[in-house]
Protein backbone atom coordinates (compact mmCIF):
# COMPACT_ATOMS: atom_id res chain seq x y z
CA UNK A 1 0.00 0.00 0.00
CA UNK A 2 1.26 3.38 -1.03
CA UNK A 3 0.42 5.53 2.20
CA UNK A 4 1.97 8.70 -0.22
CA UNK A 5 -0.70 8.04 -2.56
CA UNK A 6 -3.11 8.15 0.42
CA UNK A 7 -2.37 11.15 1.12
CA UNK A 8 -3.82 14.36 -0.05
CA UNK A 9 -2.16 16.10 -3.09
CA UNK A 10 -1.72 19.43 -1.10
CA UNK A 11 -0.32 17.32 1.52
CA UNK A 12 2.27 15.35 -0.02
CA UNK A 13 3.92 18.55 -1.94
CA UNK A 14 3.76 20.37 1.42
CA UNK A 15 7.31 21.12 2.53
CA UNK A 16 6.53 21.78 6.69
CA UNK A 17 7.41 24.89 8.35
CA UNK A 18 11.42 25.11 9.40
CA UNK A 19 11.00 26.24 13.13
CA UNK A 20 14.27 27.01 14.73
CA UNK A 21 13.44 24.01 16.88
CA UNK A 22 13.19 21.52 13.74
CA UNK A 23 16.40 23.16 11.90
CA UNK A 24 18.06 22.38 15.30
CA UNK A 25 21.34 23.18 15.69
CA UNK A 26 24.27 22.56 18.58
CA UNK A 27 25.31 24.48 20.98
CA UNK A 28 24.92 26.25 24.61
CA UNK A 29 23.50 29.43 23.33
CA UNK A 30 20.23 29.48 22.03
CA UNK A 31 19.63 32.96 19.89
CA UNK A 32 17.28 31.66 17.31
CA UNK A 33 14.04 31.51 18.34
CA UNK A 34 13.29 34.56 20.07
CA UNK A 35 12.57 33.23 23.51
CA UNK A 36 13.22 34.71 26.65
CA UNK A 37 16.44 33.75 27.91
CA UNK A 38 15.14 32.95 31.76
CA UNK A 39 12.06 30.86 33.45
CA UNK A 40 10.26 31.70 36.11
CA UNK A 41 9.00 28.56 38.14
CA UNK A 42 4.77 28.01 38.46
CA UNK A 43 2.93 25.10 40.17
CA UNK A 44 -0.41 23.29 38.96
CA UNK A 45 -2.93 24.74 41.71
CA UNK A 46 -6.29 23.21 39.27
CA UNK A 47 -7.02 19.40 39.22
CA UNK A 48 -7.09 17.36 35.96
CA UNK A 49 -9.34 15.16 35.97
CA UNK A 50 -12.38 17.45 34.38
CA UNK A 51 -11.94 18.77 30.70
CA UNK A 52 -11.49 22.59 31.20
CA UNK A 53 -13.73 25.03 29.24
CA UNK A 54 -13.13 25.73 25.62
CA UNK A 55 -12.14 29.19 26.94
CA UNK A 56 -11.21 29.52 30.42
CA UNK A 57 -13.08 32.29 31.93
CA UNK A 58 -10.13 33.53 33.98
CA UNK A 59 -7.66 33.21 31.69
CA UNK A 60 -9.79 35.08 29.56
CA UNK A 61 -10.49 37.68 32.18
CA UNK A 62 -6.92 38.15 32.90
CA UNK A 63 -5.68 39.29 29.44
CA UNK A 64 -8.73 41.16 28.90
CA UNK A 65 -7.67 43.86 31.79
CA UNK A 66 -4.11 43.20 30.37
CA UNK A 67 -4.77 44.58 26.78
CA UNK A 68 -7.37 46.56 27.69
CA UNK A 69 -10.43 44.92 25.87
CA UNK A 70 -13.58 43.41 26.52
CA UNK A 71 -13.50 39.22 27.13
CA UNK A 72 -16.14 39.26 23.93
CA UNK A 73 -13.55 40.59 21.98
CA UNK A 74 -10.83 37.25 22.75
CA UNK A 75 -9.65 34.49 21.79
CA UNK A 76 -7.60 32.46 23.67
CA UNK A 77 -5.76 29.45 21.49
CA UNK A 78 -2.65 27.22 20.99
CA UNK A 79 -0.01 29.94 20.71
CA UNK A 80 -0.69 32.89 18.32
CA UNK A 81 0.22 29.89 15.10
CA UNK A 82 -3.14 28.37 16.03
CA UNK A 83 -5.51 31.55 15.51
CA UNK A 84 -3.34 32.18 12.12
CA UNK A 85 -4.57 29.10 10.70
CA UNK A 86 -8.26 29.46 12.75
CA UNK A 87 -8.80 32.54 10.80
CA UNK A 88 -7.85 30.87 7.64
CA UNK A 89 -10.25 27.77 7.99
CA UNK A 90 -13.06 30.14 9.43
CA UNK A 91 -12.84 32.49 6.40
CA UNK A 92 -10.70 31.23 3.46
CA UNK A 93 -12.51 28.31 0.93
CA UNK A 94 -9.77 26.20 -0.40
CA UNK A 95 -9.43 26.66 -4.12
CA UNK A 96 -10.95 29.42 -4.40
CA UNK A 97 -9.55 32.28 -1.79
CA UNK A 98 -6.07 33.85 -0.92
CA UNK A 99 -4.17 35.11 1.57
CA UNK A 100 -1.59 37.94 1.21
CA UNK A 101 1.74 38.49 3.45
CA UNK A 102 4.10 40.98 2.74
CA UNK A 103 8.06 39.63 2.54
CA UNK A 104 10.68 39.23 4.59
CA UNK A 105 7.91 38.49 7.19
CA UNK A 106 6.88 35.68 9.62
CA UNK A 107 6.45 32.41 7.97
CA UNK A 108 3.77 30.62 8.83
CA UNK A 109 1.45 33.08 7.11
CA UNK A 110 2.13 31.00 3.89
CA UNK A 111 2.77 27.13 5.47
CA UNK A 112 -1.02 27.48 7.12
CA UNK A 113 -2.53 28.39 4.11
CA UNK A 114 -0.88 26.36 2.15
CA UNK A 115 -1.91 23.35 4.49
CA UNK A 116 -5.48 24.03 4.07
CA UNK A 117 -4.61 24.53 -0.21
CA UNK A 118 -5.40 28.26 0.14
CA UNK A 119 -3.42 30.73 -2.48
CA UNK A 120 -0.69 32.65 -1.19
CA UNK A 121 -0.11 36.00 -2.49
CA UNK A 122 3.22 38.20 -1.45
CA UNK A 123 3.37 41.54 -1.52
CA UNK A 124 6.82 42.31 -0.89
CA UNK A 125 7.49 45.17 1.27
CA UNK A 126 9.12 48.82 0.35
CA UNK A 127 12.78 49.13 0.16
CA UNK A 128 12.31 50.37 4.19
CA UNK A 129 10.24 47.40 4.90
CA UNK A 130 6.80 49.62 5.19
CA UNK A 131 3.91 48.02 2.89
CA UNK A 132 3.51 49.10 -0.69
CA UNK A 133 -0.02 50.27 -0.40
CA UNK A 134 -0.57 50.40 -4.34
CA UNK A 135 0.41 47.27 -4.47
CA UNK A 136 -1.72 46.10 -1.94
CA UNK A 137 -4.69 47.44 -3.39
CA UNK A 138 -3.87 46.10 -6.63
CA UNK A 139 -4.22 42.78 -5.29
CA UNK A 140 -7.54 43.15 -2.69
CA UNK A 141 -9.00 44.03 -6.26
CA UNK A 142 -8.38 41.03 -7.63
CA UNK A 143 -11.04 39.20 -7.51
CA UNK A 144 -9.78 34.98 -8.59
CA UNK A 145 -8.36 34.21 -6.12
CA UNK A 146 -10.02 37.02 -4.17
CA UNK A 147 -7.57 37.68 -0.81
CA UNK A 148 -9.86 37.26 2.46
CA UNK A 149 -6.99 37.39 5.27
CA UNK A 150 -4.40 40.25 4.76
CA UNK A 151 -1.44 39.45 7.64
CA UNK A 152 1.13 42.13 8.46
CA UNK A 153 3.28 41.76 11.21
CA UNK A 154 4.41 44.67 13.71
CA UNK A 155 6.89 45.21 14.45
CA UNK A 156 7.95 42.99 11.78
CA UNK A 157 9.52 39.45 12.59
CA UNK A 158 12.66 39.66 10.70
CA UNK A 159 13.34 43.38 10.01
CA UNK A 160 12.46 44.37 13.38
CA UNK A 161 11.02 47.54 12.16
CA UNK A 162 7.65 48.95 13.06
CA UNK A 163 4.85 49.27 10.15
CA UNK A 164 3.97 53.63 9.85
CA UNK A 165 -0.18 54.07 11.83
CA UNK A 166 -0.72 55.93 9.02
CA UNK A 167 -0.48 53.17 6.71
CA UNK A 168 -2.29 50.30 8.95
CA UNK A 169 -5.42 52.42 8.76
CA UNK A 170 -5.07 53.03 5.22
CA UNK A 171 -4.79 49.46 4.66
CA UNK A 172 -7.94 49.06 7.23
CA UNK A 173 -9.67 51.22 4.90
CA UNK A 174 -9.18 50.12 1.20
CA UNK A 175 -10.15 46.55 2.72
CA UNK A 176 -13.14 47.19 4.30
CA UNK A 177 -15.73 45.10 2.61
CA UNK A 178 -13.46 42.76 1.24
CA UNK A 179 -10.87 40.88 3.59
CA UNK A 180 -9.63 40.68 7.39
CA UNK A 181 -6.38 42.67 8.28
CA UNK A 182 -4.95 40.39 10.74
CA UNK A 183 -1.95 42.42 12.38
CA UNK A 184 0.42 40.30 14.29
CA UNK A 185 1.34 42.16 17.52
CA UNK A 186 3.33 38.96 19.09
CA UNK A 187 6.41 41.64 19.80
CA UNK A 188 4.01 44.40 20.50
CA UNK A 189 4.98 43.94 24.64
CA UNK A 190 8.80 45.52 23.58
CA UNK A 191 6.62 48.28 22.69
CA UNK A 192 2.93 48.34 23.70
CA UNK A 193 2.45 52.61 23.06
CA UNK A 194 2.66 51.24 19.54
CA UNK A 195 -0.51 48.67 19.91
CA UNK A 196 -3.68 49.37 17.66
CA UNK A 197 -5.72 47.55 20.15
CA UNK A 198 -7.82 50.59 20.43
CA UNK A 199 -8.86 51.03 17.14
CA UNK A 200 -10.55 47.77 17.52
CA UNK A 201 -13.79 49.53 18.06
CA UNK A 202 -13.39 51.91 14.76
CA UNK A 203 -12.84 48.21 12.22
CA UNK A 204 -14.81 45.42 12.98
CA UNK A 205 -12.65 43.56 9.69
CA UNK A 206 -9.35 44.41 12.82
CA UNK A 207 -7.82 41.28 14.02
CA UNK A 208 -4.81 41.64 16.12
CA UNK A 209 -2.49 38.77 17.49
CA UNK A 210 -0.64 38.35 20.56
CA UNK A 211 1.17 35.81 22.52
CA UNK A 212 2.90 34.97 25.31
CA UNK A 213 5.96 33.30 23.92
CA UNK A 214 7.65 36.11 23.50
CA UNK A 215 7.95 38.88 26.30
CA UNK A 216 6.41 36.78 28.84
CA UNK A 217 8.86 33.88 28.84
CA UNK A 218 6.12 31.24 27.70
CA UNK A 219 7.12 29.91 24.63
CA UNK A 220 6.72 25.97 25.79
CA UNK A 221 3.47 26.54 27.44
CA UNK A 222 1.58 27.41 23.96
CA UNK A 223 -0.77 30.31 25.00
CA UNK A 224 -1.64 32.56 21.93
CA UNK A 225 -4.65 35.34 21.91
CA UNK A 226 -6.89 36.81 19.42
CA UNK A 227 -8.56 40.67 19.61
CA UNK A 228 -11.38 41.68 17.01
CA UNK A 229 -14.91 42.04 16.42
CA UNK A 230 -17.17 39.44 18.74
CA UNK A 231 -18.57 38.42 15.56
CA UNK A 232 -15.29 37.31 14.35
CA UNK A 233 -14.17 35.55 17.42
CA UNK A 234 -17.60 34.26 17.40
CA UNK A 235 -16.87 32.76 14.09
CA UNK A 236 -13.14 30.95 15.33
CA UNK A 237 -15.31 29.31 18.27
CA UNK A 238 -16.69 27.59 15.16
CA UNK A 239 -13.64 25.64 13.80
CA UNK A 240 -11.44 25.61 17.16
CA UNK A 241 -10.90 22.33 18.79
CA UNK A 242 -13.61 21.88 21.63
CA UNK A 243 -10.80 21.77 24.31
CA UNK A 244 -7.64 23.71 23.01
CA UNK A 245 -5.78 25.16 26.39
CA UNK A 246 -5.24 21.99 28.25
CA UNK A 247 -5.87 23.05 32.35
CA UNK A 248 -2.02 23.58 33.19
CA UNK A 249 -1.86 26.37 30.22
CA UNK A 250 -4.89 28.06 31.36
CA UNK A 251 -3.57 27.56 34.68
CA UNK A 252 -0.22 29.16 34.41
CA UNK A 253 -1.02 31.53 31.63
CA UNK A 254 -3.39 33.24 34.55
CA UNK A 255 -0.46 33.60 37.19
CA UNK A 256 1.62 35.17 34.46
CA UNK A 257 -1.13 37.51 33.68
CA UNK A 258 -1.79 38.61 37.25
CA UNK A 259 0.28 40.51 40.39
CA UNK A 260 3.91 39.27 40.50
CA UNK A 261 3.45 37.91 36.98
CA UNK A 262 2.82 40.76 35.24
CA UNK A 263 5.26 42.67 37.11
CA UNK A 264 7.96 40.15 36.04
CA UNK A 265 6.77 40.80 32.43
CA UNK A 266 7.53 43.90 32.70
CA UNK A 267 11.02 43.51 34.35
CA UNK A 268 11.65 40.77 31.61
CA UNK A 269 10.88 43.88 29.02
CA UNK A 270 13.02 46.44 30.34
CA UNK A 271 16.00 43.67 30.94
CA UNK A 272 15.99 42.56 27.25
CA UNK A 273 15.54 46.62 26.11
CA UNK A 274 18.52 47.14 28.13
CA UNK A 275 20.38 44.14 26.38
CA UNK A 276 19.59 45.04 23.44
CA UNK A 277 21.36 48.45 23.24
CA UNK A 278 23.98 47.28 24.39
CA UNK A 279 23.86 44.30 21.81
CA UNK A 280 23.48 46.99 19.19
CA UNK A 281 26.44 49.22 20.52
CA UNK A 282 28.86 46.49 20.71
CA UNK A 283 27.99 44.75 17.37
CA UNK A 284 28.21 48.04 15.21
CA UNK A 285 32.06 47.77 16.31
CA UNK A 286 32.66 44.39 15.03
CA UNK A 287 34.61 44.66 11.45
CA UNK A 288 32.55 41.80 10.01
CA UNK A 289 29.23 43.04 10.70
CA UNK A 290 28.39 45.62 7.80
CA UNK A 291 25.16 47.11 9.31
CA UNK A 292 22.96 46.32 12.24
CA UNK A 293 19.08 47.27 11.66
CA UNK A 294 17.32 49.05 14.67
CA UNK A 295 14.77 46.33 16.12
CA UNK A 296 11.87 47.02 18.36
CA UNK A 297 11.34 43.37 19.24
CA UNK A 298 13.81 41.19 21.49
CA UNK A 299 16.16 40.34 18.95
CA UNK A 300 18.58 42.41 16.25
CA UNK A 301 19.11 41.61 12.21
CA UNK A 302 22.58 42.27 11.78
CA UNK A 303 23.89 41.90 8.19
CA UNK A 304 27.35 40.77 7.83
CA UNK A 305 30.25 40.42 4.59
CA UNK A 306 30.54 36.86 5.24
CA UNK A 307 27.33 35.56 6.58
CA UNK A 308 28.32 31.97 5.94
CA UNK A 309 31.07 31.85 7.43
CA UNK A 310 29.63 34.15 10.66
CA UNK A 311 27.07 31.72 10.95
CA UNK A 312 29.48 28.60 10.96
CA UNK A 313 32.02 30.24 13.24
CA UNK A 314 29.44 30.67 15.66
CA UNK A 315 27.58 27.67 15.35
CA UNK A 316 31.15 26.26 15.86
CA UNK A 317 31.45 28.11 19.32
CA UNK A 318 28.02 26.67 20.36
CA UNK A 319 26.00 29.89 19.10
CA UNK A 320 22.89 28.94 17.60
CA UNK A 321 21.43 31.83 15.74
CA UNK A 322 18.78 31.92 12.65
CA UNK A 323 19.83 32.54 9.19
CA UNK A 324 17.22 34.85 7.29
CA UNK A 325 19.87 35.36 4.16
CA UNK A 326 17.15 33.24 1.88
CA UNK A 327 14.58 35.72 2.56
CA UNK A 328 14.00 38.61 -0.10
CA UNK A 329 15.82 41.86 0.35
CA UNK A 330 17.72 40.28 3.35
CA UNK A 331 20.93 38.64 1.73
CA UNK A 332 23.74 38.40 3.84
CA UNK A 333 21.58 38.76 7.31
CA UNK A 334 21.49 36.89 10.72
CA UNK A 335 18.41 36.90 13.31
CA UNK A 336 20.22 37.15 17.03
CA UNK A 337 18.01 36.95 19.52
CA UNK A 338 18.60 38.80 22.63
CA UNK A 339 19.74 36.52 25.24
CA UNK A 340 21.14 37.27 29.05
CA UNK A 341 23.61 39.74 29.30
CA UNK A 342 26.71 36.90 29.36
CA UNK A 343 25.09 35.13 25.88
CA UNK A 344 25.12 38.67 24.36
CA UNK A 345 29.38 38.94 25.32
CA UNK A 346 29.51 35.32 23.88
CA UNK A 347 27.90 36.67 20.71
CA UNK A 348 30.39 39.65 20.68
CA UNK A 349 33.34 37.99 21.93
CA UNK A 350 33.64 35.55 18.75
CA UNK A 351 32.69 37.97 16.07
CA UNK A 352 35.63 39.83 17.63
CA UNK A 353 37.56 37.51 16.24
CA UNK A 354 35.82 37.57 12.53
CA UNK A 355 37.73 39.95 10.24
C1 LIG B 1 6.70 33.76 17.59
C2 LIG B 1 5.72 34.35 16.65
C3 LIG B 1 4.39 33.89 16.58
C4 LIG B 1 3.94 32.63 17.25
O1 LIG B 1 3.64 32.75 18.53
P1 LIG B 1 3.16 31.47 19.36
O2 LIG B 1 2.19 32.08 20.30
O3 LIG B 1 4.38 30.93 20.01
O4 LIG B 1 2.51 30.51 18.41
C5 LIG B 1 3.50 34.55 15.77
N1 LIG B 1 3.89 35.60 15.03
C6 LIG B 1 5.15 36.04 15.04
C7 LIG B 1 5.52 37.20 14.21
C8 LIG B 1 6.10 35.42 15.83
O5 LIG B 1 7.37 35.82 15.78
Known amino acids: MNLQELARDGVRALTPYLSA??????GDVWLNANEFPGAESYALTQPLNRYPECQPPMLL?????????????????????????????AFCEPG?????????????????????GVTRKTVLSTKDWQLDLPAIEAALNETTPKVKVVYVCHPNNPTGNLLDHEDLRR??????????????EAYIDFCPEMST??????????????????????????????MAHPEVIQLLLKVIAPYPIPVPVADIATQ????????????????VIDNRRWLQQALSQCSCVDRV?????NWLL???????HVFRTLGEQGIVVRDQSKQPGLAGCLRITIGTREECERVVQVLKEIR
Not at 70 to 88: N, P
Open 21 to 26: RRIGGQ
Open 61 to 89: AAYAAYAGVRTEQLLVSRGADESIELLIR
Open 96 to 116: KDAVLYCPPTYGMYGVSAETF
Open 171 to 184: LLRMAEGKALVVID
Open 197 to 226: ASWLSSFPHLVILRTLSKAFALAGLRCGFT
Open 256 to 271: ALTGNGLQQGKRNVAD
Open 293 to 297: FPSEG
Open 302 to 308: VRFSDVA
